[in-house]
């Protein structure tokens, strides 16, 4: 660490999204993993309404549903504060009472309202030093339409794709589906835009599952990604650093499922992860390669989890895509590709906050106002 004084880091975990349970499990390993003689924790629970909560156990308290046993709080997005205040009831209304001072932000969330450049946005008005990707990134990132676009212009090979709005499924599905027909044969799959964890995903095999999928996919997302089924292998790297990144090993994951579903992540103990990845020395190079070059092109920073495809068929490569803030739970890949790439998870959480701190003294260097 670069001082000998505890840093107050707050964890934020939960969430207003499809994956406030996977961030909860996320978020008990990280906290089992800080160093307490490193590090002043400070547990911020968000509801699955969005209300901040404080307070004693917030973790399991949240687990359990109870927000009423915790106290509400904020953070202001006023340069120079850098407090964490609670909301009291008064008799004039409600009060800002100071809770502690931050040094850092470790958001474990995932999903809308923490992934995707939302929190990210507060965070900087607050000038507060967090882990993970800047506004562009995670919201790059994110958006899976948007994010293939990217990719294509910086020649990153990816999936053929169209993104169509829920406004369309509405008004005509069967426009819709004349339009997935022309871009690619069954199966293909239907994704929201913008969530991760495989929440509303779906593999369609026929008109039938189509619609069944895009009508899934559209309550979780204004803009709705359909990409040409590949009958693949599903590999990942993990990738670490702000300006200079480097990237893992590679590792695989062999579902039991037709594909690695939300169930087939956090539910099934059978989907297989192989680590490293039983690939040639000249994949592994090429996969860490794209990964890295991925994860500059959206000017991603602190961490985040690569995915790609090798088509079982051709033997082709595509990037899927780049997960910001990637899982953490025991199970997940992104620290299990450091540990096996030589570092282990507490040394990747000290790294992670110390990214945070250096991408923080870098944007100190940025002057925001001009005089003539």
């Keep these: ?159 053929e794709s169209v993104i169509v709005l829920r406004r369309e499924i509405e008004n005509d599905i069967e426009v819709i589906v004349n339009r997935v027909e022309e871009l690619a044969p069954y199966p293909v799959f239907v994704k929201p835009a913008n969530m991760g964890s495989s929440v509303g995903v779906s593999k369609c095999k026929n008109v039938l599952s189509l619609k069944e999928g895009l009508r899934d996919a559209a309550r979780y997302d204004r803009r709705i990604l359909v990409e040409r089924g590949v009958n693949a292998r599903e590999i990942e790297l993990s990738v670490l650093g702000n300006d200079a990144p480097r990237a893992s090993i590679p590792g695989e994951i062999c579902p039991t499922a037709e594909f690695y579903s939300y169930e087939a992540k956090y539910h099934d103990n059978n ?37 790609f495809m090798i088509d079982k068929d051709t033997g082709n490569i595509y990037l899927n895509e780049v997960n910001t803030i990637p899982g953490f739970t025991p199970i997940s890949m992104y620290p299990k590709l450091w540990s096996a790439s030589g570092l282990p998870y507490p040394d990747l959480i000290d790294e992670l906050v110390n990214l945070a701190l250096e991408r923080r003294a870098d944007r100190d260097q940025t002057e925001w106002g001009f005089d003539f």
């Design 1 to 159: 660490m670069t001082t000998d004084k505890k840093l107050r880091l707050g964890v934020i975990f939960g969430g207003r999204s499809g994956e406030h349970e996977v961030s909860l499990a996320s978020a008990r390993s990280v906290l089992d993993a800080l160093d307490p003689h490193k590090y002043e924790i400070t547990q911020i629970g968000i509801s699955k309404t969005g209300q901040w909560l404080v307070g004693e156990n917030v973790w399991e308290v949240l687990l359990d549903g109870r927000a009423e046993d915790l106290t509400s709080a904020t953070l202001l997005p006023i340069p120079g504060r850098s407090v964490l205040y609670t909301i009291q009831p008064h008799e004039t209304g409600e009060i800002l009472q100071s809770l502690t001072s931050l040094d850092v932000v470790f958001p474990v969330l995932h999903g809308t309202f923490g992934e995707d450049g939302t929190l990210q946005g507060l965070l900087e008005m607050a000038d507060l030093a967090y882990v993970g990707a800047g506004v562009l990134g995670s919201s790059v990132g994110m958006d899976k339409g948007v994010f293939k676009d990217v990719m294509l212009a910086n020649d990153i090979p990816v999936v």
């Design 271 to 307: 989907s297989e992860l192989l680590i490293p990845a039983p690939v040639s020395p000249e994949q592994t190079a090429y996969l860490q390669e794209i990964a890295v070059r991925a994860y500059k092109a959206i000017d991603c920073a602190g961490m985040a989890r690569v995915d």
